[in-house]
């Protein structure tokens, strides 16, 4: 899925400015990302009918982070699923391993399932991540929770 994401906040470290900031009000202008949010299904090849193993789809998901990169696509969010034909249960290590490859795409969540884990440790683990990551990761909660730990988690 390409995603267009309109920056309308500050977001601590991440080189982004509040419209306000750069003048886009007068201008009339809206500042854009374009990005991909993805997850990391796996499913036969239409074309074979063979199922690939984990780790061939696994490195095919950093391959496609590498490319996205590449022709300067702003962001690369994974999803996280909790079901057989899928393989990010955990996003923050897929992202991790793709920032040792990537230098400038920021990676982010695409839904960070708030039921499924511990918010502190999810927010140790995006905390981490944007280390690794050098400041180019973003988590993105979801789930039937609390508001507080939204807010909370929205700093990582």
Do not use: W, Y
Request: one cysteine or more; proline letters at 5%; a negative charge.
């Amino acid at each position: 899925m390409i995603v267009l994401a309109v920056n309308d906040q500050h977001a601590r470290g991440d080189g982004l400015k509040d419209l306000g900031e750069i003048g886009f009000e007068e201008s009339g202008e809206t500042p854009m990302n374009i990005g991909i949010r993805s997850s990391v299904a796996i499913f036969p090849d239409p074309a074979t009918g063979m199922l690939p193993t984990g780790a061939d789809r696994m490195a095919g998901v950093l391959e496609e982070i590498e490319h996205a990169e590449r022709v300067g696509l702003d962001f690369f969010g994974i999803g996280e699923h909790h079901r057989a034909e899928f393989l990010d249960s955990s996003p923050v290590a897929i992202l991790a391993a793709a920032a040792a490859r990537t230098n400038c795409i920021r990676l982010m969540s695409a839904v960070t399932d708030l039921n499924a884990s511990n918010p502190v440790r999810i927010f140790q683990d995006f905390a981490t991540l944007d280390l690794i990551s050098r400041c180019m990761s973003r988590s993105s909660p979801g789930g039937d929770l609390p508001s507080e730990l939204f807010r909370c988690l929205a700093c990582s």
